[in-house]
């Protein structure tokens, strides 16, 4: 399912202050894309700096206010008009700013490339694809798995295997990682990521031990990409902010807000609200800041390695 968790319905001009409040449970049914949540969110937040409600937009772009709150959840197709209806009400008028949208709403009406895979894939793993591919850097913890971008062809595959499904359908789920990968390795050198790894990921083995001497390796091998930059969360410290969860945060280029996802397990949450995305920001910074600095972590993970090998 996808559950407005908060700021749900069609508030029009009784809109409550809390209204349009972003945090949505993505399970079983199509999310909608990056685009669209991006630039509804966008929208939303010029909306709310110039005090203006639902209804009162909607008078002026001629429609009614459940539209813009579809607009706004990024449920409803962009219509070059009404977008050039908002640039005028909402006062954006810089020509970059104007462009930045309306690639937003073109490409939101593009098929999605991972779409091939759609069928064996889960809902909410698409939206998490689709933030990715977007994203202009990517933060993430992940306390169970190395993260799916660092992952080897071997450790993917061990850790899907682990799922169910048919081997149609477990394949199928490899080949789209190796694609995720991929195309993230192939963006511009402006795209990055920063990855908190937990050691606990590096010392509970995944496959054999030559899978994980594998992993490690390649570890090695990305951290002298600059692209790739690593902390380890040390598994014998007592002390460190781990509480944050599998948290991924998708920073956009531009004036476009960033947002938060995390996971769960069969499902996750999409936050676009600010408060909330800034405190798993700043909760995602305490650990980085409490966990190993670049080059101890190189030096863990080599440690790690001789163990394996042994």
Known sequence: MVQQLAGAGDPGETESPKAGRGVRYLRDEPAPSAQRMVLGHALRKRRKSLNLKQGQVARFIGGSASKVSRIENGRHQFKERDLQALFQLYGIDDPTEQELLLGLAAGANEAAW????????????QAVVSFEEMAQRIRSYEPLHIHGLLQ??????????????????????????????????????????????????????????????????????????????????ELGRCDLPVDLG?????????????????????????????????????????????????????????????????
């Open 152 to 233: 080897t062809p071997a450790y993917s595959q061990a850790v899907i295997n682990r799922g169910p499904g048919t081997f149609q359908e477990l394949e199928a789920r490899a080949q789209l990682r190796r694609e995720r990968k991929a195309r993230f390795a192939d963006a511009p050198a402006d795209k990055t990521g920063m990855f908190i790894i937990d050691e606990v990921t590096l010392r509970r083995p995944v496959g054999s031990m030559e899978v994980m001497c594998g992993q490690l390796e390649h570890l090695l091998e990305l951290s002298a990409d600059p692209r790739y930059q690593f902390r380890l969360a």
């Open 114 to 125: 991972w779409q091939p895979w759609s069928w064996a894939t889960s809902k909410h793993l």
């Open 246 to 310: 599998a948290t991924t945060i998708f920073d956009f280029a531009g004036m476009l807000p960033t947002l938060v996802y995390a996971e769960g397990f069969d499902g996750g949450l999409i936050i676009e609200d600010d408060e909330a995305v800034d405190l798993r920001v700043k909760a995602f910074d305490a650990l980085l800041f409490a966990s190993l600095a670049p080059r101890q972590t190189r030096r863990r993970i080599s440690d790690l390695l001789r163990h394996y090998r042994r």
